[in-house]
């Protein structure tokens, strides 16, 4: 009979990568410190645009400046990743990342207070991230071992709702301490962190017994033309979309925090990190997710119970009477939900593109796969950010929520294979 500290060691994230792949744990150290200072950011743009501005929807105008370039730029830059170093490629797209966050601390630190320059800085800055995480995602699969992929992207998972948690928690408590400057200040210094972790890589060349194609057009097409015949790989795709364009409630925060639910960016901060909580409980008790076979089906399930949480948030913003103290701290915990819920589907769709995706490909299918999974938010921010206007934000989130569920099950009903999906016999 297997003892419990053993049985509780199994339900436990596996820790194995750090301890057995040097060049992943570096990556993964810089990439969570750096992990923070992004999330802070992201959640401080928002604020001060909204300080700006007073709209959400101006709110949700940044995820058209963030979306635009990085749809142009992410499907090209999974092209380069495949033609370069992977290593250097990463480190470039780094520095430039970095760039930014010391220019919006700047433009805090000046008083500058204009909308159109933060609009422009983001939009940089997606730019280079468009680059940045294709590489690094496709680095994961080539340091390392196949069995080890599903335990990798959860400790990257974790640490990334970790960043999520702990960011917007941050921002609140910094914007409404010490004001804007003081959290972009914290985002320019934490990212040097992610620097160094990418440093410490070995060189990652192209295979020299592959083609190498030259980025371009036509290396671009030939990566989604891949895609177009790898149902499973396009399936995990559309699940992610049905779940972040429909569903993704961050861009209602700063209303709430204003008027429904008050208590401004402090508010703000904790919706956030609500989320964040149950992606960082899901990625602690994961040890046994290495074990599933139908990924796919998981996937779907997940994504159903994302929907489902997101809806309920909605209903009760729009049932719960106003001042009530429980209000807030119910919505959090179906944020958690969600959040968790989304972990999960995120590491199965993470270990099915990287196995089923041949490495001379892996950069251009990451290139998609960042399209969908930071695009998809962005867009989400100004589909939930319009209908917040209109209908206001309760009513905006139950609508969303109930869209991503129906839109996941059509998806399960026209591609069934996808619900058989086997981890040890992966097919695309």
Known sequence: MTSPPVARRRFLADTTPLREVPAFRWLWIGQSLAGIGTQLTVVTVGLQVYALTSSTFSVGLVGVFALVPLVGLGLYGGALVDAHDRRRV???ASVVLWVVSLAIAAQAWWHVDSVELLYGLVAVQSAAFAVNN??????????????????????SGTTNAIALTVGPLLAGFLVGGWGFQAAYTVDAVTFVAALAGVWRLPPMPPDAGEEVRRPGLRSVLEGIAFLGTRPNIRATFLADL?????????VLYPALGAVELGGGARTVGILGAGFAVGSVLAGLFSGRLGAVRRQGAFVVGCVVAYGAAVAAFGLVLVLA?????????????LLAASGAADAVSSIFRGTILQV??????????????????AGGPRLGDLVLGSAADGIGEGFAALAGGAACVAGVLVLANRQRGFLRYDARHPTA
């Not at 009530?324 to 701290?329: G, I, S, T, V």
């Not at 089923?356 to 969908?372: E, H, K, N, S, Y």
Request: hydrophobic share 60%; aromatic share 6%; glycine share 6%.
């Open 321 to 333: 009477p106003d001042g009530a103290d429980w209000k807030l701290w119910l919505c959090v915990v």
């Open 134 to 155: 294709p590489a690094r995602s496709a680095i994961v699969p080539g340091i390392v071992p196949r069995h080890l992929l599903p335990a990798a992207n959860a400790l």
């Open 242 to 250: 049905c779940a972040m364009v429909f569903a993704m409630p961050r």
């Open 356 to 373: 089923a995706t041949p490495d001379a490909l892996r950069g251009r299918l990451q290139g998609v796969f960042i399209v969908v999974v």
């Open 90 to 92: 990463a480190l470039l």
